[in-house]
């Protein structure tokens, strides 16, 4: 807060500067922009069909974000500023002057366009038409297109002095893009948004157009290449399929199966008759004696030779039916020969072939039954093994092309798959571009009208620009400046307590003894209330009497003033006073006072000197090159003054400045207390730090600062005491 008022006294100080510049701003700005002409500014709509989607009434209109919307609205306001679609209109602005087409033209032509011969015109004309048609920008490195570039920007048709005035934005969350321009003439601007609106419908259109063009044709293309890959791999499967004579693979499969297993079933149902008719003829065998086996073998020899021809040919047949997968036709035949074969046996058993005393025919009849029909089951195992090997055979064959069926098979469906997608996103993009949905101007504008003036903002704008200049100059020069102004800065640089400041006086105001009580003015008055305080903070440190030196760190600084006026304080308080000009160097205080004794003397001569004004009494010197102590030794020193201190309650002594160490450290050897002086306005230079290590050395001797040569000071500022951090 201190910093901040002392900054607004710094200001208050500057306080003409800060007038008399923004006010030389103001008038210079007006008379510069007295002459400015007016503006004019006019505004079109563009529908773009991005939010709207009703003109859309083929496809299905797809559903979208706000936040992709409003990027598709960004990228065509960018389009629309980008300098290949302003070049467009900067060709038909030229032309227009080139061409000398009255409704056309509003700006005086430039020197360069005025001195074009008939034949210059023309060779620009065909120059920038054929640009213009091209959609290309003049290249500058050309030197003829460059020569007309310099004249489109100096006609101020070119892209960047177009942008300059030009604004492009989207209205809110609707659908329109809306173009606004500003320029001297109000047909002009109406001219420039019309031409720049139908310049980028006809490159967006065409942008459009090609897009979709090139995304039809690589569809398409991309349709027949998943085609070409779907017959392809058709192909092979039948190639395939020929080569290894496969019709139906799964049915071929499910037939062979079908077969192994009616053979398998056939295969147990023999295994099973061929162990029951075994079984049941050795039954039979066991009925029977060996003479009675013997004898039927010897009797039914002729006719068992028929039968095993029978049983020969039934065995062959029976081969057959097998291998003829139960041929119906074989079966017949089959059964034909098991009826000749029943009669074979009947008939050897109608014979008398036994032992007469043993009846055991029924029994012979049903073994020799038995045994044809035991040959026949394992003739029948036999054939039923051999087919289902030939099966079994027949069926691993069909693993391997069941395995690459299989894999064709796979390809094709995902060919399938590839093509039908391909065919469905040709389709959906050919039927989408049937019907684009392309930009259109729904209200061109007209001749803008007239704005308000500017003029009077610019000028008013300047004066407030120069005023915050000034400010932030004088708040650069307060920062860097590292000089002391108040006490608080003062307390805080030193490490030391501020007794109390002085305020700033006149040339013309009278210090001197006779002075102080005659003066009445406002400056003399604070002075004076000012001592009076610095005098009760010396008066109560210690009892009277007392020897009070002051010096300061350089000359010049107020320091004899404030020892005449402490003089007077202690004066009204009735004390009796000793002011001793100890400051050889500059004897201010002896010319003042001519008429007071000298130091020199007294030291010698040990005459007091007279009182001048009341209680206050003058020591003056001769000054010169000369120290105390060259004055008497240390001793005559000491007694001369406690001789004075003893007539004295009060000794006031100037000393020289810190600057000249020696003199000051003497006087400052025989004082009971040190009071240093600094002026406002200065900083504190690097050879200050070693005085004011001294000083801070000497102690509690060390009574304080007084800061002189102030100006108005703030409550805050002006605070003493001890230092504290800023």
């Given at each position: 807060?201190?910093?901040?008022?002392?900054?607004?006294?710094?200001?208050?100080?500057?306080?003409?500067?800060?007038?008399?510049?923004?006010?030389?701003?103001?008038?210079?700005?007006?008379?510069?922009?007295?002459?400015?002409?007016?503006?004019?500014?006019?505004?079109?709509?563009?529908?773009?069909?991005?939010?709207?989607?009703?003109?859309?009434?083929?496809?299905?209109?797809?559903?979208?974000?706000?936040?992709?919307?409003?990027?598709?609205?960004?990228?065509?306001?960018?389009?629309?500023?980008?300098?290949?679609?302003?070049?467009?209109?900067?060709?038909?602005?030229?032309?227009?002057?080139?061409?000398?087409?009255?409704?056309?033209?509003?700006?005086?032509?430039?020197?360069?366009?005025?001195?074009?011969?008939?034949?210059?015109?023309?060779?620009?004309?065909?120059?920038?038409?054929?640009?213009?048609?091209?959609?290309?920008?003049?290249?500058?490195?050309?030197?003829?297109?460059?020569?007309?570039?310099?004249?489109?920007?100096?006609?101020?048709?070119?892209?960047?002095?177009?942008?300059?005035?030009?604004?492009?934005?989207?209205?809110?969350?609707?659908?329109?893009?809306?173009?606004?321009?500003?320029?001297?003439?109000?047909?002009?601007?109406?001219?420039?948004?019309?031409?720049?609106?139908?310049?980028?419908?006809?490159?967006?259109?065409?942008?459009?157009?090609?897009?979709?063009?090139?995304?039809?044709?690589?569809?398409?293309?991309?349709?027949?290449?998943?085609?070409?890959?779907?017959?392809?791999?058709?192909?092979?499967?039948?190639?395939?399929?020929?080569?290894?004579?496969?019709?139906?693979?799964?049915?071929?499969?499910?037939?062979?199966?079908?077969?192994?297993?009616?053979?398998?079933?056939?295969?147990?149902?023999?295994?099973?008759?061929?162990?029951?008719?075994?079984?049941?003829?050795?039954?039979?065998?066991?009925?029977?004696?060996?003479?009675?086996?013997?004898?039927?073998?010897?009797?039914?020899?002729?006719?068992?030779?028929?039968?095993?021809?029978?049983?020969?040919?039934?065995?062959?047949?029976?081969?057959?039916?097998?291998?003829?997968?139960?041929?119906?036709?074989?079966?017949?035949?089959?059964?034909?020969?098991?009826?000749?074969?029943?009669?074979?046996?009947?008939?050897?058993?109608?014979?008398?072939?036994?032992?007469?005393?043993?009846?055991?025919?029924?029994?012979?009849?049903?073994?020799?039954?038995?045994?044809?029909?035991?040959?026949?089951?394992?003739?029948?195992?036999?054939?039923?093994?051999?087919?289902?090997?030939?099966?079994?055979?027949?069926?691993?064959?069909?693993?391997?092309?069941?395995?690459?069926?299989?894999?064709?098979?796979?390809?094709?469906?995902?060919?399938?798959?590839?093509?039908?997608?391909a065919l469905q996103r040709y389709n959906e993009a050919s039927l989408e571009f049937s019907f684009p949905v392309y930009l259109r101007m729904i209200e061109k504008a007209i001749p803008g009208e007239v704005q308000a003036s500017k003029k009077m903002v610019l000028v008013i704008l300047s004066g407030i620009i120069s005023l915050t200049f000034c400010v932030f100059v004088f708040f650069i020069l307060f920062f860097l400046d590292k000089s002391i102004r108040y006490p608080m800065q003062l307390a805080n640089a030193t490490n030391k307590p501020v007794l109390?400041?002085?305020?700033?006086?006149?040339?013309?105001?009278?210090?001197?003894?006779?002075?102080?009580?005659?003066?009445?003015?406002?400056?003399?008055?604070?002075?004076?209330?000012?001592?009076?305080?610095?005098?009760?903070?010396?008066?109560?440190?210690?009892?009277?009497?007392?020897?009070?030196?002051?010096?300061?760190?350089?000359?010049?600084?107020?320091?004899?003033?404030?020892?005449?006026?402490?003089?007077?304080?202690?004066?009204?308080?009735?004390?009796?006073?000793?002011?001793?000009?100890?400051?050889?160097?500059?004897?201010?205080?002896?010319?003042?006072?001519?008429?007071?004794?000298?130091?020199?003397?007294?030291?010698?001569?040990?005459?007091?000197?007279?009182?001048?004004?009341?209680?206050?009494?003058?020591?003056?010197?001769?000054?010169?090159d000369i120290s105390l102590l060259e004055l008497a030794d240390e001793r005559q020193l000491a007694d001369s003054i406690q001789v004075l201190k003893t007539q004295f309650d009060i000794i006031l002594i100037e000393t020289d400045s810190l600057a000249a160490m020696n003199k000051a450290k003497e006087w400052i050897t025989y004082s009971d207390r040190l009071v240093a002086v600094f002026a406002a306005g200065h900083a504190i230079s690097a050879d200050d730090l070693s005085k004011i290590q001294y000083l801070d050395n000497l102690g509690e001797k060390f009574?304080?600062?007084?800061?002189?040569?102030?100006?108005?000071?703030?409550?805050?500022?002006?605070?003493?005491?001890?230092?504290?951090?800023?």
């Amino acid at each position: 807060m201190t910093e901040f008022l002392q900054f607004l006294r710094l200001l208050q100080r500057n306080k003409i500067t800060l007038i008399v510049v923004p006010l030389i701003t103001v008038i210079v700005c007006y008379f510069l922009v007295k002459k400015l002409p007016d503006s004019f500014e006019s505004r079109g709509r563009i529908a773009t069909g991005l939010v709207d989607k009703t003109d859309q009434v083929v496809t299905k209109a797809k559903e979208e974000q706000d936040s992709q919307i409003a990027r598709k609205f960004e990228s065509l306001i960018q389009m629309m500023l980008l300098k290949r679609t302003l070049d467009q209109v900067s060709y038909r602005l030229i032309l227009n002057d080139l061409k000398g087409t009255k409704d056309s033209t509003w700006r005086e032509p430039v020197k360069e366009l005025q001195n074009m011969s008939k034949g210059e015109r023309a060779k620009a004309i065909a120059l920038i038409t054929q640009k213009y048609k091209a959609r290309e920008e003049l290249f500058v490195w050309k030197p003829y297109e460059s020569y007309l570039n310099k004249i489109i920007e100096n006609m101020h048709y070119d892209a960047g002095s177009l942008r300059e005035k030009l604004t492009v934005y989207r209205t809110g969350s609707s659908d329109y893009i809306d173009i606004q321009y500003e320029a001297e003439n109000p047909d002009f601007t109406a001219y420039v948004i019309n031409t720049l609106a139908q310049e980028f419908i006809a490159q967006n259109s065409s942008r459009v157009v090609d897009n979709n063009k090139k995304t039809i044709d690589f569809l398409q293309s991309f349709m027949q290449q998943k085609l070409l890959a779907l017959n392809e791999r058709m192909n092979t499967l039948r190639n395939f399929k020929i080569q290894n004579r496969v019709l139906n693979l799964n049915e071929q499969a499910k037939s062979i199966y079908g077969q192994m297993a009616d053979f398998e079933t056939r295969r147990e149902i023999a295994q099973k008759d061929i162990i029951a008719y075994g079984a049941a003829i050795r039954n039979i065998d066991n009925k029977f004696n060996p003479s009675d086996r013997k004898y039927f073998e010897s009797a039914l020899t002729e006719i068992n030779q028929s039968i095993v021809s029978s049983k020969i040919n039934l065995k062959s047949l029976n081969e057959r039916y097998i291998q003829s997968n139960f041929d119906p036709k074989v079966k017949l035949s089959l059964d034909s020969l098991k009826g000749k074969l029943t009669e074979q046996i009947s008939s050897a058993a109608d014979k008398y072939a036994y032992n007469p005393m043993a009846l055991k025919q029924d029994l012979v009849t049903q073994k020799m039954s038995m045994e044809i029909s035991l040959e026949l089951a394992k003739n029948s195992v036999e054939s039923i093994q051999g087919e289902l090997n030939r099966l079994n055979r027949k069926f691993d064959g069909l693993v391997p092309n069941e395995a690459k069926i299989q894999e064709y098979e796979t390809s094709i469906d995902i060919a399938s798959k590839e093509y039908i997608e391909a065919l469905q996103r040709y389709n959906e993009a050919s039927l989408e571009f049937s019907f684009p949905v392309y930009l259109r101007m729904i209200e061109k504008a007209i001749p803008g009208e007239v704005q308000a003036s500017k003029k009077m903002v610019l000028v008013i704008l300047s004066g407030i620009i120069s005023l915050t200049f000034c400010v932030f100059v004088f708040f650069i020069l307060f920062f860097l400046d590292k000089s002391i102004r108040y006490p608080m800065q003062l307390a805080n640089a030193t490490n030391k307590p501020v007794l109390g400041y002085l305020n700033a006086l006149g040339k013309e105001s009278d210090l001197s003894l006779s002075g102080m009580n005659a003066s009445d003015g406002k400056s003399i008055k604070t002075y004076k209330n000012l001592v009076r305080s610095i005098r009760y903070e010396l008066d109560n440190e210690i009892d009277d009497p007392k020897i009070i030196s002051i010096t300061s760190l350089s000359d010049g600084v107020g320091k004899t003033s404030f020892v005449v006026a402490l003089a007077w304080a202690f004066s009204k308080i009735n004390k009796t006073v000793l002011i001793i000009d100890g400051n050889f160097g500059q004897p201010d205080i002896s010319k003042l006072n001519p008429e007071a004794g000298l130091f020199e003397n007294y030291v010698n001569k040990k005459n007091l000197p007279e009182a001048v004004a009341g209680q206050i009494s003058i020591l003056g010197n001769r000054g010169g090159d000369i120290s105390l102590l060259e004055l008497a030794d240390e001793r005559q020193l000491a007694d001369s003054i406690q001789v004075l201190k003893t007539q004295f309650d009060i000794i006031l002594i100037e000393t020289d400045s810190l600057a000249a160490m020696n003199k000051a450290k003497e006087w400052i050897t025989y004082s009971d207390r040190l009071v240093a002086v600094f002026a406002a306005g200065h900083a504190i230079s690097a050879d200050d730090l070693s005085k004011i290590q001294y000083l801070d050395n000497l102690g509690e001797k060390f009574s304080g600062w007084v800061l002189t040569n102030t100006e108005d000071i703030p409550e805050q500022a002006g605070k003493l005491g001890k230092p504290v951090e800023a």
